[in-house]
């Protein structure tokens, strides 16, 4: 679900060094804890963009995270449930596995209606961000090309 790095520099594409991407890669922790999270807040930050986009994107996450949980527990039980049957087969069993996939292929349904929710409240802070603080990110942006060795092209536009 990486959307978040490559619409936060979107607006700024041509003025990365050609091997953002590269240094992206192996430093993709960083440029969150140094350019995102600044934003968004995450414990160690005050959030900057409006509380309201936080809060909504929080209860998509929470619903998300729910739902893998559900996932891992529905696996569990089709686990134990095969044992069982293999073990000694019976036409309840047999019912249990089949309510026990059903659940799955609902919450897998669910779970990515959830995700695209997700991506959309990211997508919203995002916007967010480029409306009130464009100027700061593309501040945030040069310092992580400066970090690393790369240059910033401050001058294109």
Excluded at 32 to 46: A, I, K, L, P, T
Excluded at 54 to 61: A, H, P, T
């Amino acid at each position: 679900m990486n959307i978040i790095i490559p619409e936060l520099i979107k607006p700024f594409g041509n003025k990365l060094d050609k091997d953002f991407n590269t240094i992206i890669n192996k430093k993709h922790k960083q440029f969150m804890e140094n350019v995102f999270y600044d934003f968004v807040r995450d414990g160690q930050h005050n959030h900057k963009i409006t509380e309201n986009k936080i809060i909504r994107f929080y209860e998509s996450i929470n619903k998300y995270w729910i739902f893998q949980i559900i996932e891992i527990f529905l696996i569990l039980a089709l686990v134990i449930t095969l044992i069982f049957l293999l073990i000694n087969p019976s036409n309840i069993k047999y019912l249990t596995l089949l309510a026990i996939l059903i659940a799955g292929i609902i919450n897998r349904f669910i779970d990515k209606n959830i995700l695209k929710e997700v991506k959309e409240k990211t997508m919203e802070e995002i916007r967010d961000i480029h409306h009130l603080y464009n100027k700061e990110l593309e501040d945030k942006i040069a310092k992580f090309h400066k970090d690393n060795g790369l240059t910033y092209y401050h001058g294109r536009t």
